[in-house]
């Protein structure tokens, strides 16, 4: 079965530090792989996506992720994080195996003290 | 231009009634989602419509069932309430179906609470 897999669920940071949060996915056909933040009593938001081409792929607000499709991975990553990053972060695919299905994580809170 | 916009904004229902759940998509947008958002989790897919057609679905008992109208709006109609069903119910939509270029956009929510 198709699943999404979110393994930190609370981060603390302070400011300026990096981040990197962890998303790998099992499914072996095609997929297309999304991060969403949700900030604090705001609807979910869409900071990048993956469909082909770069594995590397850069989102707004100076997050980036990479597609490694050897480990079935795509980390969220932000050189330097600040305090109004604190959010709840969503890593999503689109499965497609005759149907369409969208799968989120479970999510990770960040908190980023200042 | 609006986005996506859910109606009602939240909802008291009484286990066993019945609840339909509004969304219009962004103008233009022919691809609807629903997902259910329980306290802590990530959204669970309950349904993908697109061009009034059913494209995908979840894992979510035949209590739930969506359709979509020629306008594209959307509605999620739920029978025979359980306290289980109290969660935020989203609505997403996007040009097109599937896999796209563009992702979804997001609406605010429906907070049902099942008493």
Do not use: M
């Amino acid at each position: 079965a198709q699943s999404v897999s979110q393994h930190n669920h609370h981060v603390i940071l302070s400011e300026a530090a990096s981040l990197e949060l962890g998303c790998n996915y099992s499914y072996g056909g095609t997929v297309n792989l999304f991060w969403y933040v949700q900030y604090p009593g705001q609807h979910l938001q869409l900071l990048l996506k993956y469909f082909s081409g770069d594995p590397l792929v850069k989102g707004i607000k100076g997050f980036e992720a990479e597609f490694i499709k050897s480990k079935f991975s795509f980390n969220l990553r932000k050189p330097s994080v600040q305090w109004s990053d604190t959010a709840e972060y969503f890593c999503a695919a689109i499965f497609y195996s005759g149907t369409y299905k969208y799968i989120f994580g479970t999510g990770t809170r960040l908190k980023v003290l200042a | 231009d609006a986005g996506v916009t859910q109606s009602p904004t939240h909802l008291i229902k009484t286990r066993g009634q019945h609840v339909t759940l509004r969304c219009s998509p962004i103008s233009g947008h022919k691809s609807v989602s629903w997902y259910q958002q329980v306290l802590g989790q990530g959204p669970q897919f309950i349904f993908q419509y697109y061009e009034k057609e059913e494209r995908g679905r979840g894992n979510f008992p035949d209590r739930f069932s969506a359709r979509q109208f020629p306008n594209y709006s959307s509605e999620l109609n739920v029978n025979a309430l359980l306290l289980g069903d109290s969660a935020l119910y989203l609505c997403a939509s996007s040009s097109e179906q599937g896999t796209t270029n563009y992702g979804y956009t997001f609406g605010s929510g429906t907070r049902l609470t099942v008493v």
